[in-house]
């Protein structure tokens, strides 16, 4: 039996602020109190998932059934897992607290994988390239590379790597002469894009492969440069989740050797990632 739990639109509002302190400072400070289900426990009474309720192209729901990269991986879990698999699906921001909390066994999103999240989670494989790059509407011929993003306000989700790389771009502007300007915080991107639509911020910062899925869906919008150096995306366990990571990094690498695990990246994100690392350790 499948089960899904939709977290209501209309509180997503009401999360943002409580839901980025979550999201950026919970995990530290109760991940010594937590304690992860063993495999043997999962296997008695299922596996619980958490995904992303609008992260598109890796998670997202359309007409009322989840779907995308990471929805399509779990029908697959679901036929290669010894145990059920049950699905929660809700906003970005209650993700990995709990996780790290062990109210949830893994998220099966694209969690950036960053030196403060590996204090207190543990990652799979990665499952695609996650390099910053800034979007801005097609229109403004203001922005035509970096050096123009110079103290414009910039869109970015709450509690994400994305926000926390920002110095980087930070340091890029500096090289040029020019500084970081106001840095807006959403609770999701959908919320971001309508902003930089309307013009309320200027650019908005997000991974490689959602930014081209947005462009190709809204052609309003025009990618720029990246703002960032490598960066990758991960299933996330709590720390010394050992059995379950191997027990998932063995599903992915089973989906790789197929093939399949291509075949999805190829209709998702429009290209296959052949040459990811097996693990990846984090400059920031």
């Given at each position: 039996?499948?089960?899904?739990?939709?977290?209501?639109?209309?509180?997503?509002?009401?999360?943002?602020?409580?839901?980025?302190?979550?999201?950026?400072?919970?995990?530290?400070?109760?991940?010594?109190?937590?304690?992860?289900?063993?495999?043997?426990?999962?296997?008695?009474?299922?596996?619980?998932?958490?995904?992303?309720?609008?992260?598109?192209?890796?998670?997202?729901?359309?007409?009322?059934?989840?779907?995308?990269?990471?929805?399509?991986?779990?029908?697959?879990?679901?036929?290669?897992?010894?145990?059920?698999?049950?699905?929660?699906?809700?906003?970005?921001?209650?993700?990995?607290?709990?996780?790290?909390?062990?109210?949830?066994?893994?998220?099966?999103?694209?969690?950036?994988?960053?030196?403060?999240?590996?204090?207190?989670?543990?990652?799979?494989?990665?499952?695609?390239?996650?390099?910053?790059?800034?979007?801005?509407?097609?229109?403004?011929?203001?922005?035509?590379?970096?050096?123009?993003l110079n103290g414009k306000t910039v869109g970015v989700q709450a509690g994400s790597?994305?926000?926390?790389?920002?110095?980087?771009?930070?340091?890029?502007?500096?090289?040029?002469?020019?500084?970081?300007?106001?840095?807006?915080?959403?609770?999701?991107?959908?919320?971001?894009?309508?902003?930089?639509?309307?013009?309320?911020?200027?650019?908005?910062?997000?991974?490689?492969?959602?930014?081209?899925?947005?462009?190709?869906?809204?052609?309003?919008?025009?990618?720029?440069?990246?703002?960032?150096?490598?960066?990758?995306?991960?299933?996330?366990?709590?720390?010394?989740?050992?059995?379950?990571?191997?027990?998932?990094?063995?599903?992915?690498?089973?989906?790789?050797?197929?093939?399949?695990?291509?075949?999805?990246?190829?209709?998702?994100?429009?290209?296959?990632?052949?040459?990811?690392?097996?693990?990846?350790?984090?400059?920031?």
């Amino acid at each position: 039996m499948k089960i899904y739990a939709i977290a209501h639109p209309n509180c997503l509002k009401r999360r943002v602020m409580l839901g980025a302190i979550a999201a950026l400072f919970a995990m530290p400070m109760v991940i010594g109190n937590a304690k992860a289900a063993s495999l043997e426990e999962i296997k008695k009474r299922g596996l619980i998932v958490a995904t992303e309720d609008d992260f598109r192209p890796f998670e997202f729901v359309k007409d009322g059934k989840p779907t995308g990269f990471d929805n399509e991986l779990i029908e697959d879990l679901r036929k290669y897992a010894p145990f059920e698999v049950k699905q929660e699906i809700l906003p970005w921001t209650g993700i990995l607290a709990g996780v790290s909390t062990g109210k949830y066994d893994v998220a099966i999103t694209a969690v950036i994988i960053t030196k403060e999240r590996k204090q207190s989670l543990d990652f799979t494989s990665p499952i695609a390239d996650a390099t910053h790059y800034y979007v801005k509407r097609k229109d403004d011929k203001s922005i035509s590379s970096i050096k123009d993003l110079n103290g414009k306000t910039v869109g970015v989700q709450a509690g994400s790597a994305l926000l926390g790389r920002l110095p980087e771009l930070g340091a890029m502007l500096e090289k040029t002469g020019g500084k970081l300007g106001k840095v807006v915080e959403y609770t999701s991107y959908p919320e971001a894009y309508q902003d930089l639509a309307l013009g309320r911020v200027d650019y908005v910062v997000n991974t490689i492969i959602n930014l081209q899925t947005l462009v190709a869906e809204k052609p309003i919008f025009e990618v720029g440069q990246a703002v960032s150096g490598p960066s990758f995306p991960a299933w996330a366990v709590a720390k010394d989740s050992k059995e379950l990571l191997a027990f998932l990094n063995e599903f992915i690498a089973k989906e790789k050797a197929s093939g399949r695990f291509a075949e999805l990246q190829k209709k998702w994100f429009g290209e296959a990632f052949p040459n990811l690392p097996v693990k990846f350790e984090p400059e920031f």
